[in-house]
T-cell receptor, first 114, second 111 residues
Framework: NSKVIQTPRYLVKGQGQKAKMRCIPE?????VFWYQQNKNNEFKFLIN????????QIDMTEKRFSAECPSNSPCSLEIQSSEAGDSALYLC????????????FGSGTRLTVL | QQKVQQSPESLIVPEGGMASLNCTSS?????YFWWYRQHSGKSPKMLM?????GEKEEGRFTVHLNKASLHTSLHIRDSQPSDSALYLC???????????FGKGTSLVVHP
């Protein structure tokens, strides 16, 4: 069973609504990644953190997406104004280091924007 | 932007057969490759990693890496219906660079 905990498992929102999902990384893993997997199984990197600091993020994230990993609290990814194209599986993963280590994924949050 | 190309997109093999999957990175700085397996409705789980030229075998699974061509391949012998899944290749230069994933190969093993 995955030790990366993501909630909620399913999220249904109307267009323009906020959508927020959370992730608790595996204990001892300081690096957290968010990926979006669309219906064609394409993985799109969104953002990653080391402890509370952003390491990398894509332009899309800077506009409608926001994310944080506060100390002693779950990490979160929030879409300010959901669009139909945001419907996807949002996967959180954690690792011991950044790009040289295996990623451990949570079960994902399946977002449907109506 | 780094791309990871996987082939074939889909593959059907009979139970007991051999499945061969391919992956190539376009980034000359890539040093690390992984193969993840994602069963339907589940999250990806790392299957094998390879960071050095050559071959690595774990049970029915063998992975090859040619760093000069940035090509890795995964071979599954004696395929089982439970191997039916999406196989994702990921590559990274290491450091703080995030792994980039390919679109995957959908494998179906029919009894």
């Amino acid at each position: 069973n995955s030790k990366v905990i993501q909630t909620p498992r399913y999220l249904v929102k109307g267009q323009g609504q906020k959508a927020k999902m959370r992730c608790i990384p595996e204990k001892g893993h300081p690096v957290v990644f968010w990926y979006q997997q669309n219906k064609n199984n394409e993985f799109k990197f969104l953002i990653n953190f080391q402890n509370q600091e952003v390491l990398q993020q894509i332009d899309m994230t800077e506009k409608r997406f926001s994310a944080e990993c506060p100390s002693n609290s779950p990490c979160s990814l929030e879409i300010q104004s959901s669009e139909a194209g945001d419907s996807a599986l949002y996967l959180c993963a954690s690792s011991l280091l950044g790009g040289a280590e295996t990623l451990y994924f949570g079960s994902g949050t399946r977002l449907t924007v109506l | 932007q780094q791309k990871v190309q996987q082939s074939p997109e889909s593959l059907i093999v009979p139970e007991g057969g051999m499945a061969s999957l391919n992956c190539t990175s376009s980034d000359r700085n890539v040093d690390y490759f992984w193969w993840y397996r994602q069963h339907s409705g589940k999250s990806p789980k790392m299957l094998m990693s390879i960071f050095s030229n050559g071959e690595k075998e774990e049970g029915r699974f063998t992975v090859h890496l040619n760093k000069a061509s940035l090509h890795t391949s995964l071979h599954i012998r004696d395929s089982q219906p439970s191997d039916s899944a999406l196989y994702l290749c990921a590559a990274s230069p290491g450091g703080n660079y995030k792994p980039t994933f390919g679109k995957g190969t959908s494998l179906v093993v029919h009894p």
